[in-house]
C-alpha cells in the first residue's frame, strides 16, 4: 500500500476531490512535500501533528 513507502519524499493528492485524509499518513516518515490543494477536506487527523516542518 501507500503507507508502506517510508522513502517517499513527496506526494500530490491535488484536484481528487478527497473528503478525508487517512491516519497513515504520518507513516510517510520521509515525506517533505505533500500538496492537497483543491479537495474538499473538512478537517485533518490530529496525527498530522507529528509532521515537523
Known sequence: TLWTLSQLTALYL???Q???LPSEIVCLTSLVTLDLSNNKLRNLPSEIGRFYS
Do not use: E, S
Open 14 to 16: 491535488n484536484d481528487n
Open 18 to 20: 478527497l473528503t478525508r
